[in-house]
């Protein structure tokens, strides 16, 4: 019932900058926190960052302050904007959404996007 779409992924030198969009739509009202996962092919996938309807933000070890996640106008949309982008940072980039606290955050049962790709290369 819980419908997320996310969009901005791409090609991106490394040093540069990329902004990811995701939006919520259907029974949505009952989110407590959107963000971001990603994932590299043989490997588990980690939270980017997370943002709840506290406005709490919470981001991976490996952010170290070069990602920001920020509410749109409305707030069933949220972005990712990611700065000084590493090659290690290529991956899966997927909207996530849950019902839940941290703890759970991150399960199959949670809403997931359908992943868009980020190419951190020369």
């Known amino acids: 019932q819980v419908h997320l779409a996310e969009s901005g992924g791409g090609l991106v030198q490394p040093g540069g900058s990329l902004r990811l969009s995701c939006s919520a739509s259907?029974?949505?009202?009952?989110?407590?926190?959107m963000g971001w996962f990603r994932q590299v092919p043989g490997k588990q996938r980690e939270l980017v960052a997370a943002?709840?309807?506290?406005?709490?933000?919470h981001f991976g070890d490996f952010v170290k302050g070069r990602f920001t996640i920020d509410r749109a106008n409305a707030k069933n949309v949220v972005t990712l904007q990611m700065s000084s982008l590493r090659p290690e940072d290529t991956a899966i980039y997927y909207c996530?959404?849950?019902?839940?606290?941290?703890?759970?955050?991150?399960?199959?049962?949670?809403?997931w996007g359908q992943g868009t790709r980020v190419n951190v290369s020369s």
């Open positions: 943002l709840t309807t506290r406005d709490d933000r």
């Open positions: 996530w959404g849950s019902n839940s606290g941290s703890y759970f955050w991150g399960a199959s049962y949670d809403y």
């Open positions: 259907g029974s949505s009202e009952t989110i407590y926190a």
